[in-house]
DNA sequence: CGCTTTTGACCTGCGC
DNA sequence: GCGCAGGTCAAAAGCG
């Protein structure tokens, strides 16, 4: 019942594509192509929605390592960084090493609701009030085990009809939920072409 | 009853 | 060092 309206407002100059994390779903949907556990490369298959310039991916981060890229390195602090709960946040490094961020790539989506079903589960684990934006941001986190995907979800301030969604890690799962859940979305997309 | 959401507290990084 | 902003935790509440 809701129209979704791909958003793209920048033209060119995105990133290295590779790793978006929607990259599995949207190709699945799009095309034939099934997803077989896919991460990566597969974003062909989003590509194929679009033209060059259509999509904008921010890669925000760029200092990962690339070995570190997979799921599973968090919370493996366990015993030495038990000493007060929140240490724990600093899981998947361990003393004295670097700070380490996944990249993040972050798409705008034009949409009434907030949640925008791509096919993944999602739980939310925190929310937050943002400055210079009336909206609040909320953070999700991948629920499929051993997966440590996470997203955030944000309303724009000056057009409240944008959401902006930023993807953390990638996917080391198939999706959960049937694939034509997603493509159902899709149809109902109105790509956004300028031209 | 198990999973998800809510929400305040807490932690970290950064700029001043 | 302090304050702010972003990000996360975890207990409690909500929900199917």
Redesign the pocket.
């Given at each position: 019942m809701e129209n979704y309206q791909m958003f793209f407002p920048c033209s060119s100059s995105m990133g290295q594509p590779s790793g978006f994390p929607m990259a599995s779903n949207m190709g699945a949907a799009s095309s034939n192509m099934g997803f077989n556990g896919l991460q990566g490369e597969s974003l062909n298959g989003f590509l194929n929605l679009r033209t060059e310039n259509q999509v904008r991916l921010v890669r925000e981060e760029e200092e990962v390592e690339k070995h570190h890229s997979q799921s599973g390195s968090?919370?493996t602090s366990a015993d030495h960084g038990a000493e007060?709960?929140?240490?724990?946040?600093?899981?998947g490094r361990k003393k004295g090493e670097k700070?380490i961020r996944k990249p993040?790539y972050a798409f705008q989506t034009r949409s009434q609701v907030d949640?925008l079903d791509d096919g993944y589960?999602?739980?939310?684990?925190?929310?937050?009030?943002?400055?210079?934006?009336k909206f609040p941001?909320?953070?999700?986190?991948c629920?499929y085990q051993g997966c440590n995907v996470?997203k955030?979800v944000q309303r724009l301030t000056r057009d409240d009809g944008i959401i902006v969604t930023?993807y953390?890690g990638m996917h080391s799962h198939p999706i959960d939920k049937p694939t034509d859940n997603f493509e159902h979305i899709l149809n109902q997309m109105q790509i956004y072409t300028p031209f």
């Open positions: 968090i919370t007060n709960g929140q240490a724990r946040m600093l899981a700070k993040r949640i589960r999602w739980r939310k684990y925190g929310q937050k009030a943002v400055k210079n934006n941001r909320s953070y999700y986190r629920t996470k955030q930023t953390e």
